[in-house]
């Protein structure tokens, strides 16, 4: 299981959507284009903006299908950043 850092890349607030749209298409599709599991860690990032979470991760969901969260698993999310991955997610579902 690959593990994404992100508070090196993003600082404790995940608010540059270009930002997370790199991390989307050169770290998270390959691994799991190979049928790879990611872990998504937000330790100390302490809030994310919903246009962040959606840049990250909606992608994700359009190409391999709800089912890619059976691989994607996301560790040390804030209160605040459980929050907007909920709201993306359910967003994508509809």
Do not use: W
């Not at 990032?45 to 990250?56: D, E, G, M």
């Not at 359009?62 to 709201?87: P, Y």
């Amino acid at each position: 299981m690959i593990e994404i850092k992100f508070f090196p890349k993003v600082g404790v607030f995940a608010e540059n959507k270009d930002i997370a749209r790199d991390i989307r298409i050169n770290e998270l599709i390959p691994p799991l284009e190979r049928g790879e599991s990611l872990t998504l860690n937000f330790e100390n990032v302490t809030n994310a903006t919903q246009s962040f979470i959606h840049a990250l991760i909606s992608d994700l969901i359009r190409k391999f299908g709800i089912e890619v969260l059976d691989r994607v698993f996301f560790k040390s999310c804030s209160e605040n950043v459980q929050k907007i991955i909920k709201i993306v997610v359910d967003y994508m579902q509809e």
